[in-house]
């Protein structure tokens, strides 16, 4: 056997270090195009999240439109009479604000309903912190006796369980009509 020359291990080395940057090259095309496989990734992520935001909107304005025309028949059956439903009622004083979906009035009850097309306890929370605040910020109804309601196309029983005993009113769908699920003897809360 011989012995490698000088020359025969230089240009080993320089082979070698060709397939490197070879290597090095095909690695760095490879990254960029994850990098811009990940970026088209994401915008899609964010296009079909808006979309599905959307949707969920326009689910909420769904029932909104089934509670308005609803509401009189619904809160008249509960003793209260109603002169108005005001929709999208928003207020912005300073850095606080408030949106109220639907507001059932008379001349002296208002019962804010919160509408949802698949009603979670955040939802419900959420509404209860905007009821608290809904005085101040609506002085108008400074003098009211003000009651909270929510309503969705899906309410899941426990969410429904929980409203209830926060003192909310629960509307859902029964059939084609909309109903207080509430027991008839419930005593809604008034803030």
Known sequence: MTQPTFDYILRLFKETDEKFKKTD??????????REVSLATDRKIKEVSASIGKLGNRLGDFIEDAVRPAAVRLFQGRGIIVHEVQQNVTVQ????????????????EAVAVECKSNLKIDDVNEHLERLAKLKRLLPRYAGFNVMGAV???????????????KGLFVIGQSGEDMTIRNDEDFSPAVW
């Open 25 to 34: 090259k095909e690695f760095e095309e490879t990254k960029k195009l994850i």
């Open 93 to 108: 004083r300073g850095e606080e604000g408030l949106e109220i979906d639907l507001m059932v009035v008379n001349d002296s």
């Open 151 to 165: 309503a969705a196309m899906v309410i899941p029983d426990n969410v429904a369980r929980y409203a209830a005993g």
